[in-house]
């Protein structure tokens, strides 16, 4: 079984509608990300969270919403979608570890496979 | 800000070959760098992972380099494979372990039998 799972998996809807897109992990990490991915722009933020009472504003926030159910739940929420909110959105974890040396921390991500959306 | 380009956006090799994908960030004073492997309907993986201490990183067959005063990393793959088609992103992480990721548009390796 996948470690991030991302659900659904595709989604056609229409202007106006509302849409949640669920992540869930089985990795035991403390911070979720959500970003979208639109051709030639690659990867940009839309909402993190580093516990379930941290959640943080990315770089395009706007016209989005997120929930942290629980540690290993992070949905995103469109509250009233648009056409340009079409875009394939990635949910992804990480952990903050200190290896041996201490002054090196690694944060490496993990992600799901993504959702793909279109907005009619 | 911080911006990440990826130059080739495309690239398509014969089968054996070795190959070099660049990164560039516009902004030295980063945290890390990571490249990712993205293939279709499967989401990314993460590859290599460098601390802005280090100069490189190595798994396999993939070498990646870090050059922070030159804003460069390059993801070098020896004796590609057709396996190896995919879309390749790296991504820089700010000043502290806080920072927000910025990601490249990628760069879309096609290895040919």
């Known amino acids: 079984d996948a470690d991030v799972t991302q659900t659904p998996r595709n989604r056609i809807t229409k202007t106006g509608k509302r849409i949640m897109l669920e992540c869930s992990q089985t990795?035991?990490?403390?911070?979720m990300y959500w970003y979208r991915q639109d051709p030639g722009l690659g990867l940009r933020l839309i909402y993190y969270s580093f516990d379930v009472k941290d959640i943080n504003k990315g770089e395009i926030s706007d016209g989005y919403s997120v929930s942290r159910q629980a540690q290993a739940k992070f949905s995103l929420s469109l509250e009233s979608a648009i056409p340009n909110q079409t875009a394939l959105y990635f949910c992804?974890?990480?952990?903050?570890?200190?290896?041996?040396?201490?002054?090196?921390?690694?944060?490496?991500?993990?992600f799901g496979a993504g959702t793909r959306l279109s907005v009619l | 800000k911080q911006e990440v380009t990826q130059i080739p956006a495309a690239l398509s090799v014969p089968e054996g070959e070795n190959l070099v994908l660049n990164c560039s960030f516009t902004?030295?004073?980063?945290?890390?760098l990571q490249w990712f492997r993205q293939d279709p309907g499967k989401g990314l993986t993460s590859l290599l992972l460098?601390?802005?201490?280090?100069r490189e990183q190595t798994s396999g067959r993939l070498n990646a380099s870090l050059d922070k005063s030159s804003g460069r990393s390059t993801l070098y793959i020896a004796a590609s494979q057709p396996g190896d088609s995919a879309t390749y992103l790296c991504?820089?992480?700010?000043?502290?372990?806080?920072?927000?990721?910025?990601f490249g548009p990628g760069t879309s390796l096609s290895v040919i039998p």
């Open positions: 460098i601390q802005s201490s280090q």
């Open positions: 990795k035991g990490h403390d911070r």
């Open positions: 991504a820089v992480r700010g000043k502290t372990s806080y920072d927000k990721v910025i």
């Open positions: 992804a974890t990480a952990v903050w570890t200190s290896g041996a040396s201490s002054i090196l921390a690694k944060n490496i991500q993990y």
């Open positions: 902004d030295s004073a980063i945290y890390n």
